[in-house]
C-alpha cells in the first residue's frame, strides 16, 4: 500500500525529520484559505499516488492565495498517469538550495535495509540508478543494529555533503530509518531532502510504501488507505477477495493458485508473445464459488484489451464439478461474447467437462491440458479459433 506525499511527511514529521507545515485542500477554495493563513509564497502539489508530477505539470508555484487558487483550480481533476487528482497540498515554498535524494528500501538480495543517497535529488532515482550509477551511495543496515553513525556518515561524505549539514543529516537519516522500521515500510524515500539557501536541511517530498501483511498491525497506516486513487479493479478485486495484478497482454487469465496463475502466464506469453499474452495476473484462492469467479470475470472484462478467457482449474478439495457449475452461473450473470476456454484438472475433472460441454455454449471452449487449453486462448485471441 502506498501512502500520498502528505501522508508520509506527517509521519515523517512525527518522528523528527523536519517537513513544511502544509494542508490539503480538496477545493480551490479551500486552497485559498490556506494559502492565507500560510501568508507567504507556497508551492501547490497534486497528491497521486505516481511520481514525476512535477514534469506532468502538477507541482506549481503560487505567490498570493488568489495565485493559489488559481493553480488549484488547474491541479484539482487533472490526470496524471491516469489518476485523476482529487487534492493538493499546500505548502509553503522553500528556498531551494541544493536537492539531494535519501531513502531506505529493502534489498531481498542482500536480506536487508538498505539506505541509499545521492547528490542528484528531485530526479526519480530509477533515472539516476540508469544514467548515472555512481551517483547512488548504498549503506545496508544491520535490522538488529539499526543504522550505525558511521554508516550515516559514509552517505553524507559519499555525496560530498558540505561538512556543517552532517549533523542534520545524520539526524534526519537515523529518523527516516525508524520511521521505516516502525512502519513496516518497504520504501521510505525523500527525493528531494533539499538545503535551503537559509542552510535547512527539510524533506520537501515523501514516498511510503507499507508491506500490506503488515496493515494488520499498522492500523493507523491501514486506515489511510486513499480508496478514491486507486485504480478501479483493484478495489475490486480487493472487495472480493482476489489477488489481481493487471498487465498489456491479451488474454484474461482465471486462475486458482497463485503458482498454477504463474504457470498459465508463461503458457500463454510461450505460445502467444508479448502482446497476445496474458492480460493479467489472477489467483481466484480455493473454492471458486460462482460470486468469485463472476468477481473475477466482471474485473477481466473491464480491460479493453482482453480478446479471450482462460480458465485454468484445478479440482483438489474443491470439485471439478462444482467449479464448472460456478463457471456457468457466473456467465449468466456477466454475458459475455468473447472466446473463454475452460481447462480443468483434478477431482472429478470428467464431470465438470461434462458440464461445460453439455452447455453448449457457443463461445465456450473445453481443453484437456494447459498445452492445449493456452494453444486455443492464443488462437481464439487472433480471431482464428
Ligand atoms: P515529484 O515530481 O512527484 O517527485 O514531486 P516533488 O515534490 O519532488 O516536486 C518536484 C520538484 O518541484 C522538486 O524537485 C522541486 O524542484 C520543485 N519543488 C517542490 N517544492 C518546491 C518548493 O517549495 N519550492 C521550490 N522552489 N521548488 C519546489
Ligand atoms: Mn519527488
Redesign the pocket.
Known sequence: MNLH?YQSKVRFGRFGIPV?MGKVATTPQQAYEIAREIGTTV?V?AQVL???????G??K?ARTPDEAEQVANQILGMKIKGLTVRKVLI??????GT?IYLGVTNDRAAGRPVMMASSE??V?IEQVAHDKPNAIIREHIDPFLGLRDYQARNLASGINLPREHWKAFTKIAHNLFTTYMQSDATLAEI??L?ITKEGQLIA??GKMSIDDNALFRQTELAEMRDIDAEPKEVIQARAAGLSYVKLDGQIGCMVNGAGLAMTTMDMTKLYGGENIGPANFLDIGGGAQADKVAAALRIILSDPNVRSILFNIFGGITRCDEVARGILQALSEVPSELPMIVRLNGTNAEEGRAIIQNASISNLYYADTLTEAAQKAVAAAKGEL
Open positions: 506525499e513544511p508551492v502539489k505516481a511520481g514525476g508530477r512535477g514534469k506532468a502538477g507541482v508555484l505548502d509553503p515554498a522553500a528556498n531551494i536537492e535529488g528531485g526519480e527525493n528531494p533539499v520537501l517530498d
